[in-house]
């Protein structure tokens, strides 16, 4: 499965064209698969990410909840949020979700980075910044649909999950997978992962009531390589994960419309100015001496 | 616009032109007029100064591909990002300042849209001197003036935006602001070419304006006639001519002997 050949760059921020040699093999996609039912919300996977990502815990800030900080930080990269969902009957639903980097088929993030080689997305599937080349300008932030990458002041640099690229490149699972006590966490093939959640979904809806159980696999970003089993995936909200996750059309048009046509227009510009001054040249001020006449007057064209 | 406004600023002109006359002096030789006082000069200068720098930093964030050489020049890619803002409300603050100092010259006039139809023979050459009825600035030098208070406007909103980020102002607006801000910079860019082209090899003489503040009578009568006319009383076709006559007889060839 994942091995070494996994991390094969599929796409880079700021560059054209792949790596060569891709798609030599089959079956590449990894992905996790986030079980929402059978999350008991004890946190091995948070402290287990920050501690193989070697991040030391820093205060937080307690918000009334269980939730071990508000929101996911450059340091933190792996969440249990816990939402409380009320039901129209008046019941309560205890909802917790792994919150964490996606790994978009179509990343967001990557197409709003302007730098060179900032973001790269492999072609398992992973998608990972590379901040020897990030110059901190947060485009990402606005580009990804998921609130994700988070910025270091210190350092100037963004950063966020990275799916234990360097595990997985060893052919081993990612840090938080191999901490959940439960199997809620699980790690295999897109393929793999995707059957095991249906598979669930449908055994949520056939013997355990839930009826709108499913899968969260957002196609609008053509599907993530971080896949959910929801108890109720008509609402995605209430696990605070948006319904249809979209990119600015603005970057497409931007990079791909714009960006070329007027940078060759500013060229021109400067070409323009350039030509103006050896073909027409400088206008002078009045009067100019006389122009020379007779046969050593050089050729008028 | 209103009176007490124009007022209050040309009062707020007056008094910093005032304090830079006493700082700094400007020359004028025999056979010179004065063009930009020392105020006009220091503005000038400061907006360019912070023009490059901003220009220099966005290149580092705009297209890094192409322009992470000279980001060290910043202390690299994340300085320039940090720096860029601070460069760019400098320019924003000295060309506001410089905008209410050329407001009245600045000003549209229906010899500006004269000028403008007029266009193809001045860029051409053909059209020696400029038409009779050209004031302190041409029209072509009030399109750049007025894009450049636009572009402000639009960097100053979009840039805000941009610098409190997706996490105040939310996705949408970041993003578009990114597409704005640029949009606007590369047209800025593209007018700055031609500025700079015209104000020094383009149309010799005219850099010395905003140097030592001097210009030649026949660089204004050239390029500025109506201007030369209101600021000596005398008609800039007659004293063209004279020139070219006093020109012509000087320049006679030696007589061979
Ligand atoms: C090396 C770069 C530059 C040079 C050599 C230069 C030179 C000059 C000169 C000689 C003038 C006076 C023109 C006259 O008296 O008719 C002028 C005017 C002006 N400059 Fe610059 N300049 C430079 C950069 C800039 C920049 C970066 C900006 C703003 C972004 C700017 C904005 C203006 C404006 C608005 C005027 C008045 C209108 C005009 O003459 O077009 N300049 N400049
Ligand atoms: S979730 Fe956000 S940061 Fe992660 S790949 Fe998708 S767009 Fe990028
Ligand atoms: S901050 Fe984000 S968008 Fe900007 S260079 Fe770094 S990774 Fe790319």
């Known amino acids: 499965m994942a091995d070494r050949k996994a991390l094969q760059a599929e796409m880079i921020s700021g560059h054209s064209g792949a790596s060569p040699g891709l798609g030599m093999q089959r079956d590449l996609e990894v992905c996790k698969l986030v079980d929402t039912t059978t999350c008991i919300g004890c946190k091995a996977c948070e402290v287990a990410c920050a501690e193989w990502n070697d991040m030391p815990f820093t205060p937080t800030t307690f918000d009334n909840t269980y939730q071990t900080m508000p929101e996911t930080r450059w340091n933190f990269w792996n969440l249990i949020k816990f939402n409380e969902h009320q039901n129209p009957d008046g019941t309560i639903q205890w909802l917790m979700r792994k919150d964490q980097c996606m790994h978009c088929a179509d990343p967001g993030c990557l197409a709003a980075c302007p730098a060179d080689g900032a973001i790269v997305k492999y072609a398992n599937g992973i998608v990972d910044f590379n901040q020897e080349n990030c110059i901190g300008c947060e485009f990402c932030v606005s580009g990804c649909p998921f609130e994700i990458p988070r910025f270091n002041p210190m350092t100037k640099k963004v950063y966020k999950c990275t799916l234990c690229s360097d595990r997985v490149g060893e052919g081993l699972e990612p840090a938080c997978i191999k901490a959940c006590p439960t199997g809620c966490l699980k790690f295999g093939s897109k393929d793999d992962m995707k059957y095991i959640a249906e598979e669930r979904a449908k055994q949520l809806r056939d013997n355990f009531g839930w009826q709108n159980a499913g899968v969260y696999d957002p196609q609008s970003v053509g599907g993530t390589h971080v896949i959910y089993v929801l108890h109720d995936a008509t609402d995605p909200e209430r696990y605070s994960l948006p319904k249809n996750p979209t990119i600015p059309w603005s970057y497409t048009v931007w990079k791909w419309l714009f960006k070329p046509v007027l940078g060759t227009f500013a060229l021109f510009g400067f070409l323009g100015v350039i030509a103006h001054y050896i073909t027409s040249g400088p206008r002078v001020a009045q009067p100019e001496p006389p122009e020379k006449e007779g046969p050593d007057a050089g050729i008028n064209v | ?257």
């Not at chain 2, 390029?223 to 209101?230: G, I, S």
């Not at chain 2, 600021?231 to 004279?242: A, F, I, K, L």
């Open chain 2, 1 to 257: 616009m209103p009176a007490s406004t124009s007022s209050s600023v040309e009062r707020f002109d007056d008094k910093a032109r005032n304090a830079f006359e006493h700082a700094g002096k400007t020359t004028v030789y025999r056979g010179e007029l004065l063009r930009h006082p020392v105020y006009t000069r220091v503005l000038h200068w400061a907006v360019a100064l912070f023009f490059f720098l901003a220009l220099f930093t966005g290149f580092g964030i705009y297209l890094p591909w192409l322009f992470r050489w000279f980001t060290p020049f910043f202390g690299g890619g994340p300085l320039s990002r940090v720096m860029h803002p601070y460069f760019g409300v400098g320019f924003v603050f000295c060309f506001g300042l410089q905008a209410l100092n050329w407001l009245k010259p600045m000003i549209w006039t229906a010899a500006d849209s004269r000028w403008m139809r007029n266009i193809k023979g001045v860029v051409s050459g053909e059209e020696k001197m400029d038409p009779p009825d050209t004031g302190f600035f041409n029209a072509g030098q009030k399109v750049q003036f007025w894009e450049i208070v636009g572009g402000c406007v639009v960097y100053l909103i979009t840039g805000v935006v941009l610098w409190a980020g997706a996490r105040t102002f939310g996705r949408i607006p970041v993003a578009v602001s990114y597409v704005l801000h640029d949009i606007s910079a590369l047209i800025m860019l593209g007018g700055i070419f031609i500025h700079i082209y015209l104000s020094t090899i383009g149309e010799p003489g005219t850099f010395q304006s905003m140097i030592r503040g001097a210009v030649s009578e026949a660089w204004a009568w050239t390029f500025h006639p109506a201007w030369y006319k209101q600021v000596t009383g005398r008609d800039p076709q007659q004293d063209c001519e004279e020139a070219r006559r006093k020109m012509n007889s000087s320049t006679k060839p030696p007589k061979q002997s």
